[in-house]
C-alpha cells in the first residue's frame, strides 16, 4: 500500500525525534510492503525566519493533498517576545483549523517497568491507561474577541470561550465511539458549576448518552479530575473535554507515564473509523535547550507514528509492530534521561530510535 506523508519537523529537538521516528517508519515500510512517500515542509520558529510566517499557505496546501501528517515541536525562547506580531505556535493553530483537526487524542499509559520513574508512589500509576479527547478548534484558543487595550484606568485584555452544539457534539461523540472500544467508560470534564458554555456541554453530554447506553458517563469537575488524576488515575478509561483544559489536564497527566517524551497524539479531522485524516505529534514542546545534544526522548514521536498507522492509514497489526518494540525495548532496560532510573543503561535519541528500529525489525 501506498501512502503520503507531510512531514514538518518545527523547531528544537523537533527534527531530532522525527528523523527516529522516520527511522521506524522506514522499517515498517520494508517489514510489511508498504510505501510511504515523505514531502517536508516549515512549520513554527525556523518558518518565521525562513518564510515570514508560522504557517506558509504552501505548507499547508502540502498537508492537505497528504494521508497523514507528521509534526515535531515548535517554539523556542528566540521567539519569545510577546510584542512579536508572529509566534510560532500561531503556526500550530493555523494548521489545526486549516486542516479542520477538532479532535486530539492523546493516550497516557504507565508502563510497568517504568512506574518507579514517575514522581507518584509506584502503587497510584500502576494499571494506568486512559486516553483524554481534548476539542482542538473552538475555546478559548479561538473565541472571539479576543484583544488587548489601554484606557485611562489602566490595561486590559479579553479571551472568549465560546462553543457551539455542533462542535460540543462532535468531540463528544468522539469521546463516546472511543469508550465503546475499551472499557466503555467515559468522564466528561466541565465547570458546570461556573461557566455557560460548561453548563451548555453538560447538557449535550447527557442528550448524546442516549445514543450509547453501553456506554457508562460520568462528569467530573475540572479541578476535582486534576485531584483525582493524583488519588486514583488508574479509574479513568476515556476523558472528554474543551480545549483549554484538555491541554492542562493532559500535561499532568503526562508525568503518570514518567516523562511527557513517553506521551504521542493525534489530531484528528473525524471520528476513528477506518482511515481517518490527522496530524500527529509528541505532546512535549521543543526543549531548546536540550537540542543537539543528543538527549531528547524520541518514543513519544515514535509511539505518534503508531497511532498514525492506526488512525489513518488503517494499519492495525503495524501499530502494535511499533508499540511492541517500544515496550521490548525498555524491557530490555535501555532508558534515555527523562525516564533513567538506578541499574538502567542510559542512551541517546538517536541511539534509542536505532534500538526500537532494530527490535521492530526483529
Known amino acids: 500500500m501506498e501512502f503520503n506523508v507531510a512531514v514538518l519537523p518545527g523547531d528544537g529537538i523537533g527534527p531530532e525525534v522525527v528523523a527516529e521516528a522516520l527511522k521506524v517508519l522506514q522499517v515498517v515500510s520494508e517489514k510489511f510492503g508498504h510505501s510511504f512517500h515523505l514531502r517536508e515542509g516549515l512549520i513554527g520558529g525556523v518558518a518565521i525566519d525562513t518564510l515570514g510566517t508560522a504557517l506558509a499557505d504552501e505548507t499547508l496546501k502540502m498537508c492537505k493533498e497528504s494521508d497523514a501528517v507528521l509534526l515535531g515541536a515548535v517554539g523556542g525562547s528566540k521567539w519569545d517576545n510577546p510584542q512579536a506580531k508572529i509566534h510560532p505556535e500561531d503556526g500550530l493553530l493555523a494548521l ?21 520513574s514517575t514522581n507518584l508512589k509506584p502503587e497510584v500509576v500502576k494499571g494506568v491507561d486512559l486516553v483524554v479527547v481534548r476539542e482542538l478548534t473552538g475555546g478559548l484558543y479561538f473565541g472571539q474577541p479576543k484583544k488587548q487595550w489601554r484606557t485611562a484606568k489602566g490595561r486590559h485584555a479579553v479571551d472568549t470561550l465560546a462553543y457551539s452544539e455542533v462542535e460540543i457534539e462532535r468531540i463528544l461523540r468522539v469521546g463516546f465511539e472511543l469508550a465503546r472500544s475499551r472499557r466503555k467508560k467515559l468522564t466528561s470534564v466541565d465547570k458546570a458549576n461556573v461557566l455557560q458554555s460548561s453548563r451548555l456541554w453538560r447538557q449535550i453530554a447527557i442528550e448524546i448518552s442516549a445514543d450509547y447506553l453501553d456506554i457508562e458517563l460520568k462528569h467530573m469537575l475540572v479541578d476535582a479530575c486534576a485531584m483525582r488524576f493524583i488519588q486514583r488515575p488508574a479509574e479513568f ?24 517524551g513517553m506521551l504521542p497524539s493525534a489530531s484528528l479531522a ?93
Open 237 to 260: 478509561d476515556v476523558l472528554v473535554t474543551e480545549n483549554m483544559f484538555g491541554d492542562i489536564l493532559t500535561d499532568e497527566a503526562s508525568m503518570l507515564a514518567g516523562s511527557m
Open 270 to 362: 473525524g471520528i476513528p473509523r477506518g482511515k481517518t485524516f490527522g496530524l500527529y505529534e509528541p505532546i512535549h514542546g521543543s526543549a531548546p535547550s536540550r537540542a543537539g545534544q543528543n538527549l531528547a526522548n524520541p518514543i513519544a514521536t515514535i509511539l505518534s507514528v503508531a497511532m498514525m498507522l492506526r488512525y489513518s492509514f488503517a494499519l492495525e497489526t503495524e501499530a502494535q509492530a511499533i508499540e511492541n518494540a517500544v515496550l521490548a525495548t525498555l524491557e530490555q532496560g535501555y532508558r534515555t534521561y527523562d525516564i533513567m532510573s538506578n541499574g538502567k543503561t542510559r542512551v541517546g535519541t538517536k541511539e534509542m530510535g536505532d534500538l526500537i528500529a532494530q527490535q521492530l525489525k526483529g
Open 96 to 116: 489545526r483549523k486549516g486542516l479542520k483537526l477538532f479532535a486530539n487524542l492523546r493516550p497516557v499509559k504507565a508502563f510497568p517497568m517504568l512506574v518507579d
